[in-house]
T-cell receptor, first 116, second 112 residues
Framework: GAVVSQHPSWVICKSGTSVKIECRSLDFQATTMFWYRQFPKQSLMLMATSNEGSKATYEQGVEKDKFLINHASLTLSTLTVTSAHPEDSSFYIC????????????FGPGTRLTVL | GENVEQHPSTLSVQEGDSAVIKCTYSDSASNYFPWYKQELGKRPQLIIDIRSNVGEKKDQRIAVTLNKTAKHFSLHITETQPEDSAVYFCAASTGRGGKLIFGQGTELSVKP
């Protein structure tokens, strides 16, 4: 159990377009999900906390108007990169804890975004 | 804000030797410390974790130690094998379901 999926696994887009990435918990409900960004040879940097039924909480330095997060249901969170630019090219990974029962978090497989 | 420092950034060992990676954290409220192995282009894979009420945990060739007073925790891999080569990340969080703050990562290379 505790599987998290992401879609798409990779996407290439033109500069100025918007891209939506989906994160789903397949066999459990997740009232909270986390979004990370990872540049090549760097660590996972927390971007925001996605909360079902309320606004996302963004980390310092992350533009909320550029990275739109919507936690539409107990199993789905979406990250939309608006007006993407080449510097937004990165590996985006989501994670979800199993509620407040377990400490462990479950990661999605990641989405490779390339902006031309 | 919360911060996790990880050292070294790269580590090269001979097959069969031990490898040690160290992390320190800043938030004294942190109480969960997982370690992840990540291969290129893949999701992080949990290899071992420890909670603040325990000082040491071992799982076969892998062990983690925690010193809450010093806000320091370490990963120990014994009898390293070439397949242990990967990037390892430590992380810290303040409880069940809390956000994870990651260290900078250690690229481990095990030479046959």
């Amino acid at each position: 159990g505790a599987v998290v999926s992401q879609h798409p696994s990779w996407v290439i887009c033109k500069s100025g377009t918007s891209v939506k990435i989906e994160c789903r918990s397949l066999d459990f409900q997740a009232t909270t999900m986390f979004w990370y960004r990872q540049f090549p040879k760097q660590s996972l940097m927390l971007m925001a906390t996605s909360n079902e039924g309320s606004k996302a909480t963004y980390e310092q330095g992350v533009e909320k108007d550029k990275f739109l997060i919507n936690h539409a249901s107990l199993t789905l969170s979406t990250l939309t990169v608006t007006s993407a630019h080449p510097e937004d090219s990165s590996f985006y990974i989501c994670s979800a804890p199993w509620g407040r029962v377990r400490y462990e978090q479950f990661f999605g497989p990641g989405t490779r975004l390339t902006v031309l | 804000g919360e911060n996790v420092e990880q050292h070294p950034s790269t580590l090269s060992v001979q097959e069969g030797d031990s490898a040690v990676i160290k992390c320190t954290y800043s938030d004294s409220a942190s109480n969960y410390f997982p370690w992840y192995k990540q291969e290129l282009g893949k999701r992080p894979q949990l290899i071992i974790d420890i909670r603040s009420n325990v000082g040491e945990k071992k799982d076969q060739r892998i062990a983690v130690t925690l010193n809450k007073t010093a806000k320091h925790f370490s990963l120990h891999i014994t009898e390293t094998q070439p397949e242990d080569s990967a990037v390892y990340f430590c992380a810290a969080s303040t409880g069940r379901g809390g956000k994870l703050i990651f260290g900078q990562g250690t690229e481990l290379s095990v030479k046959p």
